[in-house]
């Protein structure tokens, strides 16, 4: 089992900056992929952006350039670093464990970005 919880999200205008944070507990061995996913008021979930056991980083198109993933694993961490941040971007943000078949969600962070 792995559970996840993230932290960080908030309110920020237009052009402003955050890090999300994901707290990784349980066990991580095998894990294949750690990653932030979103979901906006009426949209499908939607993956932002991920990091492999290889250290691939792997980002949507609408966020790259502007968004970066990292993880520590010795502090079982993973984040997305976020800069100027759209209103577009606003969304419920989840971190996501991909671990020998399985996939696993934290409960959800908000991001709200104002015009």
């Known amino acids: 089992q792995v559970q996840l919880v993230e932290s960080g999200g908030g309110l920020v205008q237009a052009g402003g900056s955050l890090r999300l944070s994901c707290a990784v507990s349980g066990s991580i061995f095998s894990i294949n992929a750690m990653g932030w996913y979103r979901q906006a008021p009426g949209k499908q979930r939607e993956l932002v952006a991920s990091?492999?056991?290889?250290?691939?980083?792997i980002y949507a198109v609408s966020v790259k350039g502007r968004f970066t993933i990292s993880r520590d694993n010795a502090q079982r961490m993973v984040y997305l670093s976020m800069n100027s941040l759209k209103p577009e971007d606003t969304a419920v943000y989840f971190c996501?464990?991909?671990?020998?078949?399985?996939?696993?969600w934290g409960q959800g962070t908000q991001v709200t970005v104002s015009s």
């Open positions: 996501n464990v991909k671990k020998s078949g399985l996939e696993y």
């Open positions: 990091i492999t056991e290889f250290a691939r980083e």
